[in-house]
């Protein structure tokens, strides 16, 4: 007997980029419910037997096994769902494109944001220096996306969802974005798929 999808996820957070991935594609998937601070689950299960890691997102897949880290999670769910269009099939450069600015959102905006998030007590030339390479990185997003309506084009796609989540982040605790990804911010709020996920995790658009 196979598990359902389960997506462990703490509101707001990163985990909400493969929250909407998996609407976007219309997979059939549960919600778990993570304390960070207490790291139990809804249920009151160690977090820890599902992810040693201690952090979220995990998925959890019909046959038990258990993917982490947001970048391949969201190259995960587009591949598994092709049809969904969610990134460039692999065997191309298009591809490796996609990825390096997948992975580029993942450790230079995301995990860019310690200083403000994680970091006990960080000095006031610490958060400086973090505060002035994130915007840094955030007009090289703001070039990549230039005039599109989405960073691969014209198409919703993982890359976005990421996007989504680290920009929203940003603003919430720094500055507002340029004028041309706070339009995308605002295009992307809109989506039936970013809607649902905002009403299940309890979130303010």
Not at 83 to 92: F, I, K, S, T, V
Not at 171 to 194: D, G, I, M, T, Y
Request: hydrophobic share 45%; net charge neutral; proline share 7%.
């Amino acid at each position: 007997m196979t598990e359902p999808l389960r997506l462990y996820y703490t509101p707001g957070v990163c985990s909400l980029a493969p929250h909407i991935a998996l609407r976007e594609a219309g997979a059939a998937f549960e919600l778990v419910r993570v304390d960070l601070r207490t790291r139990k689950t809804e249920a009151g299960d160690d977090f820890a037997d599902i992810n040693p890691k201690g952090y979220v997102p995990a998925l959890r897949l019909a046959d038990g096994g258990v993917l982490t880290e947001t970048a391949l999670l969201l190259q995960y769910i587009a591949d598994t769902w092709p049809e969904a269009g969610l990134a460039p099939r692999h065997g191309g450069r298009e591809r490796v494109r996609f990825d390096e600015r997948l992975l580029f959102i993942a450790t230079e905006l995301h995990k860019g944001f310690a200083p403000f998030t994680l970091m006990p007590n960080p000095g006031e030339e610490t958060k400086r220096w973090a505060a002035q390479r994130l915007a840094a990185r955030v007009e090289v997003l703001a070039r990549d996306l230039g005039e599109r309506a989405f960073f691969h084009g014209e198409s919703f796609t993982v890359a976005d969802a990421y996007a989504f989540f680290a920009l929203r982040t940003y603003q919430k605790l720094l500055a507002p974005p340029p004028p041309n990804l706070a339009a995308f911010l605002a295009r992307v709020a809109e989506r039936p798929s970013v809607v649902a996920a905002f009403a299940a995790e309890g979130l303010k658009a």
